[in-house]
């Protein structure tokens, strides 16, 4: 057909023009018919294809966490295969900065001549050793030295001593295996169970190493960094003088303060110079039990026991665990409490601290009146507000006696807790501090550290300082306005206290002070 004829037959064909949109709109809706369907097959298939693909991704993911999780495991388990079924607390550990790092030791043989380097953990971010649990060193205080890229320094996390050609050297002790009570059955992460290396002061390392005058520790507050460890000798013991006061929480905002009703209780005694501060559990009240019993009967065990122990020869830290665990199979009270012991000997002051409970050491800067914080104890908590606690407790074959007494409500709250309420004598932080003329030390219950930052218990210091020149005078008065200073914190419900400070980096929403009973203790060094 040429193109004459096609353009004829174009022509002769919509002749009638109501034909043509007739043929015109049966196409466009047998368009829109097979488009139809075509979406509608096409949704179809897309759905039964969706109902495979969301299991195949749900499973996908699972497998990625499973594999994920396998491959940590193995990793962490490879990184710290060296430490499995080794005592924590006979490591030697260095968690400051440096990419290579190594001691020497007076345990050595010969002292102070081998180079024992530090295996890093890409788990923990440490540097550890083994060396004491794979030589099996006896028990004893030995000196240690630090080098860490090149240099020789001290980790102001343990203790520093100075021998008699003026070198400082961190000092550890190592336990010899000890029949003791369990420790307490509640779950602690590794970092704080290795944390613990007992340390001792003992000047006996006279071919030790020099060391750079300065400590590189991430606490820069500790006791023991060089620029506040005094270089020439101790001459004359430090003594200290002591004052104590005690309020309990108070029902109204317009009651008289007084320490009636409290549940902690203090001890203070300057010829044997300790003091120590428990803070019962006011809660037990709601279930029958007086509070204030415990830490009343904790407290007099604590004492008297340290009477009746010889101190000759005896390493002071070990003292005070004796202590408490002898106090606490003593007590036949029921109740908790934390627990904060200190003993002063020969200027240094040995603490034992389980729990919230808490104390700082003070020291002035130069000749001024200006304080700084050369110690800061840490709290031991469970979780937020669950601080680690000493208990004595109904056993479990008299519970049915106690039911019959009406104390339905306490059993059951045994039944149903764990033996996670139940924290070892064993579980305390020891620490060891020098002390100088002049130091202030401030240990309290909750109800002080809850409610007063430690920068304003330092102001407050300061100026008592300015008022009162007799030792006692000072300490006596620094104490009663401590304690109610953080009382009257403790009905503030704009403040933002510690505890809500606290409370915030718990996840916790809380403003406010914390109304508790209050305990303080002032002690100052002469």
């Given at each position: 057909?040429n193109?004459?004829?096609?353009?004829?037959?174009?022509?002769?064909?919509?002749?009638?023009?109501?034909?043509?949109?007739?043929?015109?709109?049966?196409?466009?809706?047998s368009?829109?018919?097979?488009q139809?369907?075509?979406?509608?097959?096409k949704?179809q298939?897309?759905?039964?294809?969706?109902?495979?693909?969301?299991?195949?991704?749900?499973?996908?993911?699972?497998?990625?966490?499973?594999?994920?999780?396998?491959y940590?495991g193995?990793?962490?388990?490879?990184?710290?295969?060296?430490?499995?079924?080794?005592?924590?607390?006979k490591?030697?550990?260095?968690?400051?900065?440096?990419s290579?790092v190594?001691?020497?030791?007076n345990f050595?043989?010969?002292?102070?001549?081998?180079?024992?380097?530090?295996?890093?953990?890409k788990?923990?971010?440490?540097?550890?050793?083994?060396?004491?649990?794979?030589n099996?060193?006896?028990?004893?205080?030995?000196?240690?030295?630090?080098?860490?890229?090149g240099?020789?320094?001290?980790?102001?996390?343990?203790?520093?001593s100075q021998?008699?050609?003026?070198?400082?050297?961190?000092?550890?002790?190592?336990?010899?295996?000890?029949?003791?009570?369990?420790?307490a059955?509640?779950?602690?992460?590794?970092?704080?169970?290795?944390n613990?290396l007992?340390?001792?002061?003992k000047?006996?390392?006279?071919c030790?190493?020099?060391?750079?005058v300065?400590?590189?520790?991430?606490n820069?507050e500790?006791?023991?960094?060089?620029?506040?460890?005094?270089?020439d000798?101790?001459?004359?013991?430090v003594?200290?003088?002591?004052?104590g006061?005690?309020?309990?929480?108070?029902?109204?905002?317009?009651?008289?303060l007084k320490?009636?009703?409290?549940?902690?209780?203090?001890?203070?005694?300057?010829e044997?110079?300790?003091?120590?501060?428990?803070?019962?559990?006011?809660?037990?009240s709601?279930?029958?039990?007086d509070?204030?019993r415990?830490?009343?009967?904790l407290?007099?065990?604590?004492?008297?026991?340290?009477?009746?122990?010889?101190?000759?020869?005896?390493?002071?830290?070990?003292?005070?665990?004796?202590?408490?665990?002898e106090?606490t199979?003593r007590?036949?009270?029921?109740?908790?409490?934390?627990?904060?012991?200190?003993l002063?000997?020969?200027?240094?002051?040995?603490?034992?601290?389980?729990?919230?409970?808490?104390?700082?050491?003070?020291?002035?800067?130069?000749?001024?009146?200006?304080?700084?914080?050369?110690?800061?104890?840490?709290?031991?908590q469970?979780?937020f507000?669950?601080?680690?606690?000493?208990?004595?407790?109904?056993?479990?074959?008299?519970?049915?006696?106690f039911?019959?007494?009406g104390?339905?409500?306490?059993?059951?709250?045994?039944?149903?807790s764990?033996?996670?309420?139940?924290?070892?004598?064993?579980?305390?932080n020891?620490?060891?501090?020098?002390?100088k003329?002049?130091?202030?030390?401030?240990a309290g219950?909750d109800?002080?550290?809850?409610?007063?930052?430690?920068q304003?218990?330092i102001?407050?210091?300061?100026?008592?300082?300015?008022?009162?020149?007799?030792?006692?005078?000072?300490?006596?008065?620094?104490?009663?306005?401590?304690?109610?200073?953080?009382?009257?914190?403790?009905?503030?419900?704009n403040?933002r206290s510690?505890?809500?400070?606290?409370?915030g980096?718990?996840?916790?929403?809380?403003?406010?002070?914390?109304l508790?009973?209050?305990?303080?203790?002032?002690?100052?060094?002469?």
């Amino acid at each position: 057909m040429n193109n004459s004829q096609a353009l004829q037959l174009v022509i002769l064909l919509p002749s009638d023009s109501n034909l043509l949109h007739k043929v015109l709109e049966a196409r466009r809706l047998s368009a829109i018919c097979i488009q139809r369907w075509y979406r509608k097959i096409k949704a179809q298939t897309q759905s039964q294809l969706f109902k495979i693909v969301i299991p195949l991704e749900k499973l996908r993911i699972e497998a990625s966490i499973f594999i994920q999780k396998v491959y940590k495991g193995w990793k962490t388990r490879k990184d710290l295969s060296f430490l499995k079924g080794l005592d924590y607390k006979k490591l030697i550990r260095w968690v400051h900065e440096g990419s290579s790092v190594s001691i020497m030791s007076n345990f050595t043989d010969p002292p102070w001549k081998q180079l024992i380097p530090l295996k890093y953990s890409k788990i923990l971010k440490e540097f550890i050793s083994t060396v004491i649990i794979d030589n099996k060193i006896p028990g004893g205080t030995y000196c240690i030295k630090f080098m860490v890229d090149g240099m020789w320094v001290c980790d102001g996390n343990l203790a520093i001593s100075q021998d008699q050609n003026g070198n400082y050297n961190n000092v550890i002790i190592v336990k010899d295996q000890k029949n003791g009570i369990p420790r307490a059955m509640s779950v602690r992460s590794f970092q704080s169970t290795a944390n613990e290396l007992a340390s001792h002061i003992k000047t006996q390392s006279l071919c030790s190493p020099i060391l750079l005058v300065r400590s590189i520790s991430g606490n820069l507050e500790s006791p023991r960094g060089f620029g506040i460890i005094e270089e020439d000798k101790i001459k004359k013991p430090v003594k200290l003088i002591m004052s104590g006061f005690m309020i309990g929480k108070p029902a109204s905002k317009n009651a008289q303060l007084k320490d009636q009703g409290s549940a902690d209780a203090w001890i203070i005694d300057h010829e044997k110079q300790m003091f120590g501060v428990a803070d019962g559990v006011s809660e037990w009240s709601t279930f029958g039990l007086d509070p204030s019993r415990f830490p009343i009967e904790l407290m007099k065990h604590c004492l008297d026991i340290l009477y009746e122990f010889k101190e000759n020869d005896q390493e002071y830290t070990d003292l005070l665990e004796r202590i408490v665990l002898e106090a606490t199979q003593r007590i036949k009270s029921y109740g908790s409490s934390t627990l904060l012991l200190a003993l002063c000997r020969n200027s240094l002051l040995y603490t034992y601290c389980l729990g919230d409970s808490s104390f700082i050491v003070l020291r002035k800067r130069d000749e001024t009146s200006n304080l700084i914080t050369v110690y800061r104890s840490v709290e031991q908590q469970h979780q937020f507000n669950c601080p680690f606690q000493l208990s004595n407790l109904p056993k479990p074959h008299t519970y049915d006696e106690f039911s019959a007494k009406g104390f339905s409500s306490l059993v059951s709250l045994l039944k149903r807790s764990s033996k996670t309420m139940n924290d070892s004598p064993f579980d305390a932080n020891n620490e060891m501090i020098l002390l100088k003329v002049g130091d202030i030390v401030i240990a309290g219950s909750d109800g002080l550290f809850d409610n007063l930052y430690d920068q304003d218990i330092i102001k407050m210091a300061e100026h008592a300082l300015g008022l009162y020149q007799d030792p006692m005078m000072f300490t006596r008065n620094l104490a009663v306005n401590l304690t109610e200073r953080a009382i009257s914190k403790g009905w503030d419900h704009n403040y933002r206290s510690p505890f809500a400070r606290n409370a915030g980096k718990s996840g916790k929403k809380y403003m406010g002070g914390k109304l508790d009973d209050t305990s303080v203790i002032v002690a100052v060094g002469t």
